[in-house]
T-cell receptor, first 111, second 112 residues
Framework: DQQVKQNSPSLSVQEGRISILNCDYT??????FLWYKKYPAEGPTFLIS?????DKNEDGRFTVFLNKSAKHLSLHIVPSQPGDSAVYFC??????????FGAGTRLTVKP | NAGVTQTPKFQVLKTGQSMTLQCAQD?????MYWYRQDPGMGLRLIYY???????DKGEVPNGYNVSRLNKREFSLRLESAAPSQTSVYFC???????????FGQGTRLTVV
């Protein structure tokens, strides 16, 4: 039972444009959401997070939006850069230690 | 600053063999975790240790055991490896439960 879903396995955008990565979840008990970025042969690295009491969190080129009623969050990258090409994982925390991950979306930013 | 260090990076086991994956962190984190990553499945939590001296099961604990040796080290043991345990294993740590985790580089394990 996959409680966190990333329905797009891949996304390709042009350099300078906006990348929008989407994530849906089913468990209303999740109260903290995170995005991780992963390059090949490396572990995931933390990118940005948002608490369930907020609907938006911004950090430089990265913004995460949370829609609790729709159980949906999205990561916006503006402007996209070739170095952003990686696999992005959405994760949700329940009961503090139980972090559930989506299957990931491979982003390719073309020069 | 090494962060989270996992050993080995690669391992091939025969079915039924045992092995221990080692993990150490130098960030003085309280919580440590073991995940496995399989194609199309994302990362799944095997076991975690919220603090030194405690361990708890995650989403997929069957076939594994863990030891929180001290605050720095958290090992994962496969007593009798099975082909279904072929995966990439990641160790992670966080300052406290509910905060962002820092991951090691992963161990690619193949069971034949």
């Amino acid at each position: 039972d996959q409680q966190v879903k990333q329905n797009s396995p891949s996304l390709s955008v042009q350099e300078g444009r906006i990348s929008i990565l989407n994530c849906d979840y089913t468990n209303s008990m999740f109260d903290y959401f995170l995005w991780y970025k992963k390059y090949p042969a490396e572990g995931p690295t933390f990118l940005i997070s948002i608490s369930s009491i907020k609907d938006k969190n911004e950090d430089g080129r990265f913004t995460v939006f949370l829609n609790k009623s729709a159980k949906h969050l999205s990561l916006h990258i503006v402007p996209s850069q070739p170095g952003d090409s990686a696999v992005y994982f959405c994760a949700a925390l329940y009961n503090n230690n139980d972090m559930r991950f989506g299957a990931g979306t491979r982003l390719t930013v073309k020069p | 600053n090494a962060g989270v260090t996992q050993t080995p990076k690669f391992q091939v086991l025969k079915t039924g063999q045992s092995m221990t994956l080692q993990c150490a962190q130098d960030m003085n984190h309280n919580s440590m975790y073991w995940y496995r990553q399989d194609p199309g499945m994302g990362l799944r939590l095997i076991y975690y240790s919220a603090s030194e001296g405690t361990t708890d099961k995650g989403e997929v604990p069957n076939g594994y055991n863990v030891s929180r040796l001290n605050k720095r080290e958290f090992s994962l043991r496969l007593e009798s490896a099975a082909p279904s345990q072929t995966s990439v294993y990641f160790c992670a740590s966080s300052y406290a439960a509910g905060t962002e985790a820092f991951f090691g580089q992963g161990t690619r394990l193949t069971v034949v």
